[in-house]
């Protein structure tokens, strides 16, 4: 095996061991080249991988540090849909979360992962609209939603618009556009983090992002049996986990 993952195994079992305790400094680069005698690229490969995995934060003039790993916050496994003033919501852990930025509205073509959910053809248009979320009180980001709709649908339409009313796209979908009651289904996954997530969440270097994807599908109208919307909501991987119950049979 390389050098670099010599020194980094042995840097990990000096952190998972509390030799060097969260908040604490390494060494520098010259004290490690003379503790495992070898190069700087070594050191800074080493680093570099417990970097990305969230072990160690560089500090701007500072050296590096042990990165304080978070207390997760737990959210619920919600399987319901929930209403109040504002319209649907899908879990009551993130209920109190407000749009902390005004929602933007774009129209691009939808993501690779997502043209087979959708149940569009690769390169298709899809009306995009992405909102910041977070805690009103405090204006800390707790998660970005992002919502595609196929363009043949929802171009030029209400759903298209930035304010789409009382009870939002949804109650546009059911009660002005005549698709029915609505059904949803969700999936969790994980995955890296764009740069501009990283930006937005204040992501530390290596945290993923914890994804929630959830379909909605028209029951009527000529929408009917088509996935019409299609919400990815990303989380910091680090502050949150998703809980369940286990029932013994």
């Given amino acids: 095996m390389p050098l670099w993952h010599d020194v980094a195994d042995a840097l990990r079992h000096a952190i998972t061991t509390g030799g060097y305790p969260p908040g604490s400094k390494i060494p520098t680069e010259d004290e490690l080249q003379e503790q495992y005698g070898c190069s700087r690229t070594t050191i800074r490969r080493a680093v570099a991988q417990l970097t990305t995995e969230g072990l160690l934060q560089p500090v701007r003039k500072g050296g590096t540090t042990v ?3 978070p207390v997760r916050q737990r959210l619920t496994l919600d399987t319901g849909a929930h209403r109040d003033e504002l319209g649907y919501f899908f879990s009551a852990a993130v209920q109190p979360w407000r749009a902390l930025q005004t929602p933007t509205v774009t129209e691009g073509p939808c993501p ?3 043209v087979s959910v959708l149940g569009v053809e690769a390169g298709a248009q899809a ?8 805690d009103p009180a405090t204006g ?8 595609y709709l196929p363009a043949d649908l929802a171009a030029g339409t209400i759903l298209a618009e930035a304010d789409t009313g009382p009870g939002g796209i949804y109650d ?31 992501l530390a270097p ?24 299609v919400n990815v909501t990303r989380r910091d991987a680090s502050r949150f986990e998703v809980g369940y119950p286990i029932e013994r049979r």
């Fill in 67 to 69: 990165r304080q790993q």
């Fill in 112 to 114: 690779p992962d997502l």
């Fill in 127 to 134: 009306v995009i609209r992405d909102r910041v979320m977070g």
């Fill in 140 to 147: 800390q980001v707790m998660q970005l939603a992002t919502s």
């Fill in 172 to 202: 546009r979908m059911e009660h002005d556009l005549g698709w029915g009651a609505l059904e949803w289904a969700g999936a969790i996954s994980a995955r890296a983090a764009t740069p501009e997530e990283t930006r937005l969440l204040g």
């Fill in 206 to 229: 290596g945290v993923p992002v914890l994804c929630v994807t959830r379909t909605t599908t028209a029951t009527e109208g000529p929408a009917a049996g088509r996935v019409v919307e």
